[in-house]
């Protein structure tokens, strides 16, 4: 029985069907992973599609909107370049925000040298020089929203 298993047309019927079965199955395994491929490029070519009409619809939209470029405007009522606040509630309150930052550093400057001595002579006993501070700035009717209320001490 294995002489017949072994030899003969059946053994060449047999390795035909089993080379045949292997091209197959190796056939089969090669048009799954090329339409795996297809598919994926497929939809990767529709991605890229789907994002250039996003684009262009994106670019439609702001075009079309005339509030879309109002936003592009500097972050500080403040220019650099001359160096000057801008004429609008947000650029006097910056002002005057600079202007108590000034302020409040001449007060510290006064108070230090009060604390220090400064200015005192022991060998005489009087000040040799004077401290003093400037007066406090006080802030703009445009910063205050047109209308000025603001008690003097």
């Given at each position: 029985?294995?002489?017949?298993?072994?030899t003969?047309?059946?053994?060449?019927?047999?390795?035909?069907?089993?080379?045949?079965?292997?091209k197959?199955?190796?056939?089969?395994?090669?048009?799954?992973?090329?339409?795996?491929?297809?598919?994926?490029?497929?939809?990767?070519w529709?991605?890229?599609?789907?994002g250039?009409?996003?684009?262009?619809e994106?670019?439609r939209?702001?075009?079309a909107d005339?509030?879309?470029g109002?936003?592009n405007?500097?972050?500080?009522?403040?220019?650099?370049?001359?160096?000057?606040?801008?004429n609008?509630?947000?650029?006097?309150?910056?002002?005057?925000?600079?202007?108590?930052?000034?302020?409040?550093?001449?007060?510290?400057?006064a108070?230090l040298?009060?604390q220090n001595?400064?200015g005192?002579?022991?060998?005489?006993?009087?000040?040799?020089?004077?401290?003093?501070?400037?007066?406090?700035?006080?802030?703009s009717?445009?910063?205050?929203?047109?209308s000025?209320?603001i008690?003097?001490?």
């Amino acid at each position: 029985m294995r002489e017949r298993m072994l030899t003969g047309q059946h053994a060449e019927d047999v390795n035909v069907y089993e080379r045949e079965t292997k091209k197959y199955n190796r056939d089969e395994v090669t048009e799954t992973r090329r339409a795996q491929n297809y598919q994926r490029e497929e939809k990767r070519w529709n991605g890229v599609q789907a994002g250039e009409l996003a684009a262009q619809e994106r670019t439609r939209r702001m075009m079309a909107d005339p509030m879309m470029g109002r936003k592009n405007v500097q972050g500080q009522p403040y220019n650099i370049v001359s160096q000057a606040y801008d004429n609008t509630p947000g650029g006097a309150q910056l002002e005057h925000h600079d202007n108590m930052i000034k302020y409040r550093s001449k007060v510290r400057q006064a108070t230090l040298a009060m604390q220090n001595h400064l200015g005192y002579n022991p060998i005489i006993g009087q000040m040799t020089h004077e401290i003093s501070l400037p007066p406090k700035p006080r802030p703009s009717s445009l910063a205050m929203g047109g209308s000025m209320r603001i008690n003097s001490p």
